[in-house]
């Protein structure tokens, strides 16, 4: 009986104290976005353009409606037009991206796990690092002419130092507890690498892959404006001498989709990769 | 001491000091094998230094005098350190080079009750369980000298009793030399056969506990050491 009335005092009063907890909190943090609500901004941006555009506040010289431009791109992409620029830019942009992110990630790990080696590298990339790759335009092209050798060079210097500096940092922040622990277990140097340093590095250098993915179109842009035929930033470029917008429009939507499905793919095999860090999730 | 004893642990004039603080003044002792000997002393007094000294760790400080351990030393880390990114029974056989490494390391995770936590990620386990998955890896190298490194401290209360038991069945049989590092003069009591207080990096006090296991029941014997390892820590307690 008691048990009963004792409980009912207790379950009525911690209703009333989760009541006026409620009315009384603050919300320090916003609460999670659901999935899609992203999109609200860039769709709210979408609108407006479009609606600018058809009410003739926007003409057509200034900037092509979206719909246009989405008209225009299925187009070229029917008759053909639109192919073979995307795949000449595609591979300069990913023949730069894998020379650099391997060179990076080779450069890092002799840099990060030998005393030689980041004495003879990691001072270079510094300096590069500090040196815009536009910069190095001139240069580049007196060495390698104006061909597409200057293109993917340019792109693979730029994607280099992000990859190899985030590599390299997450290489030299190894948890000094992990380091002990290998000595206390009498791991081989070799073994450390594998089973330690390697696996302990992967998150830095997926933040590197990261960067370099996008960095690796943003370098691309400039450098189709130099004498080229083919290539996303070649067509844009033409577009502007002729006054079609709606081409310029359609080359920035390729770069921004490329740009986020390139993340997407990274962000995949990271979550793969990194498993075990969602071991806890949600 | 016993002549026919020999010692596992030498320890010979060994003084440490780090950046030109002296950690540990000139410390000479000697461990007989088997013997499980509590290192007490309020905090700075050196007992983690002398712990990592035997465990080869801190290249970085200058060290005088020398000192012997067995070829086969396991450290037990306050903190499991377990890899994140191994599972639970890649951890334990992490650098193992017998050809049973596998087998042997489920056998032993069974031993600590974590049989059903072989292949998940250490990050799924509780604290208590990855310090029994930390002392599995401990024990599965055989060591002829475990150090530990308040291995518990980090517990609660309940899971601490626990694993305090589980440390004593484990090493019932084999009998390494253990070196225990901490600050709970209780613990020290329950487990030890030998109890040493350090002050400013030197042995203050070297008290034998002849009291047999199980402690539980022979309170009364071990209340006058334990007020007295109290005291020396600085801890009065006439008044609880």
Known sequence: MTDISSGRIEGARSKRHSGSAARRSINLVPAKLPAGFRLLGPAIVLIVWEAASRLGLLSPATLAAPSTAIKTGYEMLVDGSLLPHLAASSARAYSGLVLGVITGVVLALLSGLTRTGEALIDGLVQIKRAVPTLALIPLVIIWLGIGETMKVFLIFTAVLVPVYINTHAALRGIDIGHVELARTLGLTRGEFIRHVALPGALPGFFVSLRLAVALCWTALVVLELVNTQTGIGYLMNRARDWGQTEIIVVGIIIYAALGLLSDALVRIVEARALSYRRALGS | ?240
């Open chain 2, 1 to 240: 001491m016993n002549a026919h004893v020999t010692n596992a642990v030498v320890l010979r004039d060994l003084s440490r000091s780090f950046a030109g603080k002296t950690v540990l003044d000139r410390i000479s002792l000697d461990i007989p094998a088997g013997q499980f000997v509590a290192l007490l002393g309020e905090s700075g007094s050196g007992k983690t230094t002398l712990l990592r000294a035997l465990a080869g760790l801190d290249d970085d400080a200058q060290t005088k005098g020398h000192f012997n351990t067995p070829d086969s030393v396991s450290v037990l880390f306050q903190d499991s350190r377990l890899l994140p990114w191994k599972t639970v029974i890649d951890n334990l056989t992490l650098g193992l080079r017998r050809p049973d490494a596998a087998p042997s390391a489920k056998a032993m995770l069974h031993e600590v009750g974590l049989a059903d936590k072989t292949d998940v990620w250490p990050s799924t386990l509780s604290g208590g369980q990855k310090q029994r998955a930390s002392l599995a890896r401990s024990l599965l190298r055989s060591p002829d000298l475990l150090l530990a490194d308040e291995p518990f401290g980090a517990l609660d209360a309940l899971t601490r009793l626990k694993m305090q038991a589980l440390l004593m069945r484990l090493v019932e049989h084999k009998r390494p030399t253990i070196i225990l590092v901490t600050h709970d003069v209780d613990e020290a009591l329950l487990l030890a056969d030998r109890i040493l207080v350090l002050k400013d990096g030197q042995i203050a006090e070297d008290h034998a506990v002849s009291v047999p296991h199980p402690r539980r029941d022979h309170q009364i014997e071990i209340t006058s050491l334990r007020t007295r390892l109290l005291k020396s820590l600085g801890v009065e307690t006439d008044s609880i």
